[in-house]
């Protein structure tokens, strides 16, 4: 089953379950987003992607442009271990893993969680591949990723059990879109995914195209 098929599925299932005056709010909080046009502000196919140095699960600084050495690389950017549609979207990767390595490249995950919650997001889906914690979307602000969450959203969140305070350790409410890039052995874009619609991320097979791409 494709990743595309699971996070619909998902996403189904969810609706089901969400009493129509709250997926009113949450499908408007999402249309708005659109309007807004991230993925085409945001860097293109054909940019270089800037460098940053960010801690991982450990605490360890990683560097993107050491990942990057010699190597294509994968950096996909999700909200939090509690989106479960990240999760999905995590599971994937990890079980592409093997095939991205063999198609010469590393894989490297950003989120806003702090480095004791990406550790928890990392344990819980067996990951084998760095997640670096941006805290405070530092990174991904500069590169036009980030929005903060309206107020009707973050009570509903708040409703749903959802603690994106303590995950990021801040007020700010902010998140970054679901965001992959692939990147040639030089730091190049080779393909870009961006979508407002959090129920949605890049599929794994458009991922090994572009991988494959010369």
């Not at 990057?68 to 509690?82: C, H």
């Not at 928890?120 to 990951?127: A, D, G, Y």
């Not at 602000?141 to 603690?163: H, R, T």
């Not at 619609?197 to 090994?208: M, N, V």
Request: aromatic share 8%; hydrophobic share 35%.
């Amino acid at each position: 089953m494709s990743l595309t098929t699971e996070l619909q599925a998902l996403n189904d299932k969810n609706r089901s379950q969400i009493p129509e005056e709250i997926l009113a709010k949450m499908d408007k909080a999402t249309a708005d987003l659109k309007a807004k046009h991230f993925a085409e502000i945001t860097l293109q196919v054909g940019d270089t992607f800037p460098n940053t140095t960010l801690p991982n699960a450990k605490g360890e600084k990683i560097s993107l442009n050491n990942l990057n050495e010699g190597k294509k690389l994968i950096v996909s950017f999700y909200r939090g271990g509690w989106c479960p549609y990240c999760n999905l979207e995590l599971k994937a990767l990890q079980n592409s893993l093997d095939t991205f390595k063999e198609n010469g490249a590393e894989l490297v995950a950003i989120t806003p969680e702090t480095p004791d919650n990406s550790l928890s997001t990392s344990e819980k889906n067996n990951l084998s591949f760095e997640v670096l914690s941006d805290v405070d979307n530092v990174f991904a602000k500069e590169i036009g990723l980030v929005f903060e969450l309206p107020e009707d959203i973050k009570a509903i969140y708040n409703n749903f059990g959802i603690d994106v305070k303590k995950h990021n350790n801040n007020d700010d409410f902010e998140l970054p879109m679901p965001a992959t890039f692939v990147l040639d052995e030089n730091g190049k874009i080779i393909y870009q995914f961006v979508n407002e619609d959090y129920t949605k991320r890049a599929e794994i097979e458009d991922i090994l195209k572009a991988l494959k791409t010369k």
